[in-house]
Antibody
Framework: QVQLVQSGAEVKKPGSSVRVSCKTS????????ISWVRQAPGQGLEWMGG????????NYPQKFQGRITFTTDESTNTAYMDLSGLRPEDTAVYYC?????????WGQGTVVTVSS | SSELTQDPAVSAALGQTVRITCQGD??????VSWYQQKPGQAPVLVIY???NRPSGIPDRFSGSRSGNTASLTITGAQAEDEADYYC???????????FGPGTTVTVL
């Protein structure tokens, strides 16, 4: 059964960076976009962007310009999301998901807490 | 602010029909996908494209679109359908993706 398995919870200081990983199977990695979605406590879902490994293309909303980076490691079928300049309002559950127009498979979520 | 709008909450009696709507200019052009999220869990895709259900999603879930409004209908709502539901599509200007603010469904 195909799964997306994410890295564990993180606690970060304001101004620091976080890397969240998302490991999947080979055919998922090579054939799909890996998207990232976050959810702040008590809030809705927010699309953060995604990467399509086959085309090596990324996209993300303007609000994350300069702070977010998506990368992949083909040798381990792992996608990474790096977010820098962390602020308390970045505290959220971060999900990776398979797809772009529709997300048919989700990771279990990674809790990122930003606190001094 | 979200380019897609949803009613904050909807309720229905057990076994009745629940309709959740999602409005936005982009929906005249792009399909919407719908997600169900229960507390403490990752979202689950329930409808995508014209009106497609992933494997394992009960056929009481269906989707439709008219003009700038997409709808998710639960025909014969069950207690386990209580959840938050989010629509997802593209923003009309940037063409990037966006979620609606979500609708909390209560089954009475």
């Amino acid at each position: 059964q195909v799964q997306l398995v994410q890295s564990g919870a993180e606690v970060k200081k304001p101004g620091s960076s976080v890397r969240v990983s998302c490991k999947t199977s080979g055919d998922t990695f090579s054939s799909y976009t890996i998207s990232w979605v976050r959810q702040a406590p008590g809030q809705g879902l927010e699309w953060m962007g995604g990467i399509t490994p086959f085309f090596d293309t990324t996209n993300y909303p303007q609000k994350f310009q300069g702070r977010i980076t998506f990368t992949t490691d083909e040798s381990t079928n792992t996608a990474y999301m790096d977010l820098s300049g962390l602020r308390p309002e970045d505290t959220a559950v971060y999900y990776c998901a398979r797809g772009a127009d529709a997300f048919d498979l989700w990771g279990q979520g990674t809790v990122v807490t930003v606190s001094s | 602010s979200s380019e897609l709008t949803q009613d904050p909450a909807v309720s229905a009696a057990l076994g009745q029909t629940v309709r959740i709507t999602c409005q936005g200019d982009s929906l005249r052009t792009y399909y919407v996908s719908w997600y169900q999220q229960k507390p403490g869990q990752a979202p689950v895709l329930v409808i995508y494209g014209e009106n497609n259900r992933p494997s394992g999603i009960p056929d009481r879930f269906s989707g439709s679109r008219s003009g700038n409004t997409a709808s998710l209908t639960i025909t014969g709502a069950q207690a386990e359908d209580e959840a938050d539901y989010y629509c997802h599509s593209r923003d009309s200007s940037s063409k990037l993706y966006v979620f609606g603010p979500g609708t909390t469904v209560t089954v009475l």
